[in-house]
């Protein structure tokens, strides 16, 4: 108990110097000014390519903005997307706050690797917010997944120092874009999938048990970079993206989605930033230690605070299926095979799996033990 109170201390310690700005190391990393309290626009919109390609736009009003946080959303707007050629085309409002669309070239632009865009939001009031134009790269295919479990001592709920267990993953992807000789600058998004096998009822004679298939993002708070531009590798073997712990997840089966993508530079540099404040503060409930401008600007008031980064981006996804005989541990369930008769099940999903967030009983194509 002493050790966690001491922890707490420690951590109070470290806010009180990034909000008083008095920790030194943070003199090394060069962010934009102190936060402000005015209301501001956070605009994040990705351009995909695909078949079709897709554009899909958050706008929210925020007093600050590290990059993840939530704000109102913003409806009275109306938003275009343009090519470097000028072709412009409207962006319609999906629900509040969010615009989405698909460009399959029918709507008069085409989305192609190695032309630029940007994006164009007109308030109600007559402000006109521009994006910088972002170049669309191709990304090189991903090569292998791969994992390996670490036990390390942790604190748990009641003080105690316990040996716990993570898993963590790795990527081998090549850096440089086929036929071009340059190199890639990569973002990674990554997503789990369980398996959820419901509990039984003592007694039924006739279960009518149902198989669930639980999606998750994970580690959203950190983003996850490389900027192959400044490497001297051709090659990433074992670059480490992420690890969680070794729970129930694992218990009957889990796959790893990476979804590897192409971005600018100025992308990167707008996330590392962000990366940056997650290291510092510990996570994005935090207070940050500074506000982060991303690629957008007011183009009648250029000082005004704009957050948040329009990119566009080529993707390529790869999977990585975990069966629960290659773990090598004893996973504990978070719910038991069968529920004893007169009891209470410990979750109520553990006897309606549809009840979990992102939950569904529809098997994914890509799903194979």
């Known amino acids: 108990r002493n050790l966690m109170i001491r922890m707490k201390q420690i951590r109070i310690a470290i806010a009180v110097l990034l909000l008083t700005g008095l920790w030194s190391c943070l003199s090394q990393i060069d962010l934009p000014a102190p936060a402000t309290d005015a209301d501001n626009l956070a ?17 929210t009003k925020v007093n600050n903005f590290s990059g993840f946080n939530a704000g109102l959303p913003v409806n009275d ?23 989405e669309s698909v460009l399959d070239g029918s709507n008069g632009i085409s989305i192609e690797s190695g032309k630029s865009y940007q994006l164009i939001v007109t308030t109600a009031q007559g402000a006109i917010y521009t994006s910088s134009l972002e170049r669309l790269t191709a990304v090189p295919d991903p090569s292998d ?5 670490e036990t390390r001592a942790a604190i748990n709920e009641s003080g105690n120092i316990v040996d716990e267990d993570f898993i963590r993953f790795f990527i ?29 009822p003592e007694n039924v004679q006739v279960p009518n048990q149902k198989t669930c298939y639980v999606s998750q993002d994970l580690q959203l708070e ?10 001297g590798k051709d090659f990433l073997t ?70 948040g980064y329009f990119s566009a981006i080529e993707e390529k996804t790869i999977r990585f299926y975990i069966a629960p005989s290659a773990i090598g541990r004893n996973i504990f369930p978070i719910c038991p095979s069968i529920i004893p008769s007169g009891t209470d099940p410990p979750h109520i999903f553990c006897l309606d799996c549809v009840r979990l967030n992102n939950s569904t009983t529809i098997k994914p194509d890509y799903w194979v033990e």
């Open 43 to 59: 605009i994040t919109a990705t351009l995909r390519l695909g078949s079709p390609s897709t554009i899909v736009v958050d706008i």
């Open 77 to 99: 707007v109306t938003v275009e997307l343009r090519d470097e050629s000028g072709v412009q085309v409207f962006i319609p409002p999906l629900f509040s706050g969010r615009f």
């Open 145 to 149: 997944l791969s994992f390996e479990i």
């Open 238 to 307: 074992q670059q480490f993206l992420i690890e969680e712990l070794l729970d129930h997840r694992f218990k009957q089966g889990f796959y790893l989605i990476v979804n590897q993508q192409s971005i600018t530079e100025r992308a990167y540099e707008y996330w590392e930033n962000i990366r940056k404040i997650v290291d510092i503060s510990g996570n994005f409930f935090d207070e940050p230690p500074g506000k982060i401008r991303g690629n957008f600007t007011n183009i009648d008031d250029p000082s005004e605070d704009v957050f």
């Open 222 to 231: 950190r983003p996850l970079v490389f900027n192959g531009k400044e490497s």
């Open 172 to 200: 081998d992807t090549p850096l440089e874009i086929a036929g071009t000789g340059d190199k890639a600058v990569l973002k990674w998004d990554v997503e789990g999938v369980y398996k959820f096998v419901e509990s039984v």
